[in-house]
């Protein structure tokens, strides 16, 4: 199993409300990413990072926003979330450097904005 | 349009038969890797091929990559209904980035 987590596990919200998900991993790794993932569907990337104080958006736009102040720590925030957000959010991570290609999940923040 | 296109979108089988499930991909790549992920949960790495290499074997699992083809196959011999769940092959198209495109996923059922 990786150690990677992510908090809440089930969030149901209203439209309007500011929610952040929460990723963290303890395996030291450098590189973290967010995919969105509707059901049945193929993992979009949102956003991504190669370390400390590096974020990237990812090939799908998102409304969302990404921090990472520390190495083991990758949250996301959408400040008014609508009914277009209801999705599953999978955080993961990986090494750095050469044959470090590896990505580890997190078990998955599902998310309905009513 | 997606890097990744799978085939077939589900399978369904009987316990001890082997499932094939079949990536195809746009543009070159560093590697290419399958993933398996149950129902609601997280993505768990199976395996990985480098765009160098043509097969590779892990326990029950084969994958065969023919980059002229720009096309991979997952090969499950000996199925278990454990082993049902979808699976995702996804392009790693190199530069460092450690990004990865994800296919549609294949829907294997494995019936006892």
């Known amino acids: 199993e990786a150690d990677i987590y992510q908090t809440p596990r089930y969030l149901v919200i209203g439209t309007g409300k500011k929610i952040t998900l929460e990723c963290s991993q303890t395996m030291g790794h450098d590189k973290m990413y967010w995919y969105q993932q509707d059901p049945g569907m193929e993992l979009h990337l949102i956003h991504y990072?190669?370390?400390?104080?590096?974020?990237e958006k990812g090939d799908l736009s998102s409304e969302s926003t990404v921090s990472r102040i520390r190495t083991e720590h990758f949250p996301l925030t959408l400040e008014s979330a609508r009914p277009s957000h209801t999705s599953q959010y999978l955080c993961a991570s990986s090494e750095s450097g050469p044959r470090k290609d590896t990505q580890y999940f997190g078990p998955g923040t599902r998310l309905t904005v009513l | 349009s997606q890097q990744g296109e799978e085939d077939p979108q589900a399978l369904s089988i009987q316990e001890g038969e082997n499932a094939t499930m079949n990536c195809s991909y746009k543009?070159?790549?560093?590697?290419l890797q399958w993933y398996r992920q149950n129902s609601g949960r997280g993505l768990v790495h199976l395996i990985l091929?480098?765009?160098?290499?043509r097969e590779k074997h892990s326990g029950r699992l084969r994958v065969t990559l023919d980059t002229s083809k720009k096309s991979s196959s997952l090969l499950i011999t000996a199925s278990r209904a454990a082993d049902t769940a979808s699976y995702f092959c996804?392009?790693?198209?190199?530069?460092?980035?450690?990004?990865?495109?994800f296919g549609q996923g294949t829907t294997l059922q494995v019936k006892p």
């Open positions: 543009t070159s790549i560093n590697n």
């Open positions: 990072s190669y370390g400390v104080n590096s974020t």
């Open positions: 996804a392009t790693d198209v190199g530069g460092n980035t450690g990004k990865l495109i």
């Open positions: 091929i480098r765009s160098n290499e």
